[in-house]
């Protein structure tokens, strides 16, 4: 996975989030949820349906929201690269055309990757998964 579809991952989990607690909150209707969702490009109209439902039970049993979902069976994972990380390192991709890194990345491999990028000393293939 590119750096840049890492990072719209994360942004739409974080979106995702927001929205359901806008819709359980009563502070927005279904109809913005579904018009939020495909701006967001979720537009699976199954999905979409069940996440209302699910929400509605929420909103009406007072129950707490799930959590944002985590790698590692819902452990956090300290290693792993943080979301403003890989944003930057799809910001560097984008503005510099470079190669991005091949996936998952340590926040120690971001911080070596943004250093290069920055000092234009970044070597794409040295970040690449031999197949």
């Known amino acids: 996975m590119s750096a840049l579809a890492e990072a719209?991952?994360?942004a739409q989990r974080?979106?995702?989030a927001a929205v359901e607690k806008q819709y359980a909150a009563g502070k927005i209707d279904a109809d913005d949820v579904y018009?939020?969702?495909?701006?967001m490009g979720m537009t699976d109209a199954v999905?979409?349906?069940r996440l209302i439902a699910a929400l509605d039970l929420i909103r009406e049993y007072g129950?707490?929201?799930?959590?944002?979902?985590?790698g590692n069976g819902g452990k956090p994972d300290d290693n792993a690269a943080t979301d403003a990380q890989l944003a930057l390192i799809a910001d560097l991709v984008h503005k510099h055309k470079l190669e991005p890194p091949d996936m998952?990345?340590?926040k120690t491999d971001a911080s070596a990757i943004i250093t290069d990028m920055k000092?234009?000393?970044?070597?794409?293939?040295?970040?690449?998964?031999?197949?």
């Open 119 to 131: 000092s234009g000393s970044y070597d794409a293939a040295k970040w690449k998964v031999p197949f």
């Open 104 to 106: 998952p990345l340590t």
């Open 14 to 16: 974080r979106a995702l």
């Open 35 to 39: 018009g939020q969702l495909a701006d």
């Open 63 to 70: 129950a707490t929201l799930p959590a944002e979902p985590r």
């Open 8 to 10: 719209l991952v994360a």
């Open 47 to 49: 999905d979409t349906s």
